[in-house]
């Protein structure tokens, strides 16, 4: 089991290098709620066994975000939530605002959390390298806040659906 930030960034690595290399199987589905949220959601296995989830969607226009889950013997031990908004700015253009979340799990119990945020503006020409800007550790939400949202996407694993997710 993994109980050590350390365990869980080596376990990630191996998933990340079974991804990459295509060496995972992979089902997946699209959905639609009511045209105000919508999305696909991939589940990757290796020897049948569920490794990572992954969940791409856009709520209305001006929102999309893709969640990732990472999962060993059946219990999630890591997510990386990426979301961005946009909006118009004062003399044309667009500005995302980025907020990247990396959630560390153990005994379904967040152990430590990270955030990262960052603004691109498509008029400019300095916009920030993601890689280049820092975490922060932050206080962790409730375990419910990220162990609700998985437990929708693993409840839809064998049966996907083509409207709401739901509880």
Known sequence: MLTTVAGIQETYSS????LESGA??????????????GG????FSNEGQLRLVVHRYHEY??????????????????????GVS???ED???????VKEQRIYVVNQRPIRCLEKKYAIRSK??????PETVANKEVD?????SIIGPYRILLKYREKGTSGCLSQ
């Open 40 to 43: 696909t959601v991939t589940y």
């Open 61 to 82: 226009d001006h929102y999309s975000a893709v969640d990732r889950y990472f999962v060993e013997e059946g219990r999630l031990y890591f997510a990386y939530l990426n």
């Open 86 to 88: 946009w909006s118009f």
């Open 140 to 144: 962790c939400k409730s375990p419910a």
């Open 91 to 97: 003399g044309g253009g667009t500005r995302d605002n």
């Open 15 to 18: 998933v990340m290098k079974q």
């Open 24 to 37: 995972m199987d992979s089902t997946s589905f699209k959905y639609s709620c009511q045209g105000e949220k």
């Open 124 to 129: 400019a020409g300095d916009n920030p390298r």
